[in-house]
């Protein structure tokens, strides 16, 4: 087996390691602000009829300008959204139904705009990441301009906010106006009797959500379990890279660094895009979460319809198609 | 038996070390394999 492969093989576990204590540690200081469950999400009016589209921030979303399009056409359905393509969506005159967080490390604020932002953070990422290019340009100006956006939308959104979340992010998400609905990551099986989950839930009484690993996969598990939905589309899911992408772009290239020196090549996994016919690539993380999406998406009662128009994620459990045969007929 | 322990020390060692390693390669949120989509406190929604 392929380096990268050997080590997706092993992120199931490295997961927990990562996020459990801080995640825990966060669901502990969110306890006593907890109002609204987001099963009540359920019998809100979002979007008329049974097809949900899920906004992720992969790199195919400005490629292929899907929410330029999305807008042109419109959409009656629900669209749910994760943290990190909000800006994106508002800066299309996209105002989605859920925004979806789950990442308990304090620097996914930058996504809803951290008004008391007065330098560049010392910490790359923001300036490396994939997810939304305008960061890497201006960060201070993107910054501003995002606290802008999320301020005058905020009213208007409500964020299903896992209690993992940072508690940086909730304040934020308060402070601009957001309702929020809450629920457990799904940290371990809850049938142990020493269950991580079934302690959480016995403490805050919140539903426990199957994550998939990423707050991609966590939306779309939203779209179907919570929502309803019987068919939901997906855009900005790449779960990879575009052929061009310098390794020093990619998500985790200062841990892979740190991890295997000069090797760190060797960590990425290749994939032929069937549709498309490019070389796309993966970093052991989005390897992992392209196989356990997959999996999920072999039981998940709903038609699956990718239309990212990039990325690795296909399958026989997935429907290929562009974003207008879905928007049209999804 | 001394060799042993060293062995089991070292291979301890470097477990550990894989194991913080990993840890910062990992995702955001867990998956539990085979435990449906959503668990609300009875089996889980599939």
């Given at each position: 087996?392929?380096?990268g492969?050997?080590?997706?093989?092993?992120?199931?576990?490295?997961?927990?390691?990562?996020?459990?204590?801080?995640?825990?540690?966060?669901?502990?200081?969110?306890?006593?602000?907890?109002?609204?469950?987001?099963?009540?999400?359920?019998?809100?009016?979002?979007?008329?009829?049974?097809?949900?589209?899920?906004?992720a921030a992969g790199p195919s979303l400005h490629r292929r300008?899907?929410?330029?399009?999305?807008?042109?056409?419109?959409?009656?359905?629900?669209?749910?959204?994760?943290?990190?393509?909000?800006?994106?969506?508002?800066?299309?005159?996209?105002?989605?139904?859920?925004?979806?967080?789950?990442?308990?490390?304090?620097?996914?604020?930058?996504?809803?705009?951290?008004?008391?932002?007065?330098?560049?953070?010392?910490?790359?990422?923001?300036?490396r990441q994939e997810m939304d290019p305008?960061?890497a340009?201006?960060?201070?100006?993107?910054?501003?301009?995002?606290?802008?956006?999320?301020?005058?939308?905020?009213?208007?959104?409500?964020?299903?906010?896992?209690?993992?979340?940072?508690?940086?992010?909730?304040?934020?998400?308060?402070?601009?106006?957001?309702?929020?609905?809450?629920?457990?990551?799904?940290?371990?099986?809850?049938?142990?009797?020493?269950?991580?989950?079934?302690?959480?839930?016995?403490?805050?009484?919140?539903?426990?959500?199957?994550?998939?690993?990423?707050?991609g996969?966590?939306?779309?598990?939203?779209?179907?379990?919570?929502?309803?939905?019987?068919?939901?589309?997906?855009?900005g899911m790449d779960f990879g890279y575009p052929p061009d992408t310098p390794y020093e772009k990619t998500q985790y290239y200062?841990?892979l660094?740190?991890?295997?020196?000069?090797?760190f090549g060797?960590a990425f996994v290749h994939f032929e895009n069937?549709?498309l016919?490019e070389k796309w690539f993966t970093d052991p993380a989005y390897c992992?979460f392209r196989?356990?999406?997959?999996?999920?998406?072999?039981?998940?009662?709903?038609?699956?319809?990718?239309?990212t128009?990039g990325g690795v994620l296909?399958?026989?459990?997935?429907?290929?198609?562009?974003?207008?045969?879905?928007?049209?007929?999804? | 038996?001394?060799?042993?322990?060293?062995?089991?020390?070292?291979?301890?060692?470097?477990?550990?070390?894989?194991?913080?390693?990993?840890?910062?390669?990992?995702?955001?949120?867990?998956?539990?394999?085979?435990?449906?989509?959503?668990?609300?406190?009875?089996?889980?929604?599939?």
């Open positions: 087996m392929e380096l492969r050997r080590i997706a093989s092993r992120l199931h576990d490295a997961t927990f390691d990562r996020i459990a204590q801080v995640g825990l540690a966060n669901a502990a200081t969110h306890r006593p602000h907890i109002r609204r469950s987001v099963l009540e999400l359920a019998k809100l009016p979002l979007g008329a009829g049974d097809a949900a589209l899920v906004v300008r899907s929410l330029e399009r999305l807008a042109a056409r419109g959409f009656p359905g629900t669209i749910v959204a994760v943290d990190s393509a909000l800006a994106a969506c508002l800066r299309n005159g996209v105002v989605p139904h859920v925004v979806v967080t789950v990442d308990p490390h304090d620097r996914i604020v930058r996504w809803f705009g951290e008004p008391a932002l007065a330098v560049p953070s010392a910490d790359d990422y923001f300036r305008v960061h340009a201006d960060e201070m100006a993107a910054n501003r301009a995002v606290v802008a956006l999320v301020d005058r939308d905020g009213p208007r959104l409500r964020v299903a906010a896992a209690t993992s979340a940072a508690p940086s992010v909730v304040s934020r998400c308060r402070a601009a106006g957001m309702e929020l609905f809450w629920w457990n990551p799904m940290y371990d099986d809850y049938e142990r009797p020493d269950s991580v989950s079934r302690e959480l839930h016995r403490e805050n009484g919140l539903p426990c959500l199957n994550g998939g690993g990423n707050v996969t966590a939306s779309w598990v939203l779209a179907h379990a919570v929502l309803g939905k019987r068919r939901v589309g997906i855009i200062p841990e660094r740190d991890m295997l020196g000069e090797r060797e069937p549709v016919g992992w196989d356990v999406f997959l999996e999920m998406a072999r039981e998940a009662r709903c038609e699956t319809f990718n239309c128009e296909f399958g026989p459990e997935i429907k290929t198609v562009t974003l207008e045969e879905f928007l049209d007929h999804g | 038996d001394i060799e042993e322990k060293k062995e089991d020390a070292e291979a301890s060692a470097t477990d550990e070390f894989e194991r913080k390693a990993l840890s910062r390669l990992g995702g955001s949120i867990c998956f539990v394999s085979k435990k449906g989509f959503l668990w609300t406190g009875g089996a889980a929604q599939s």
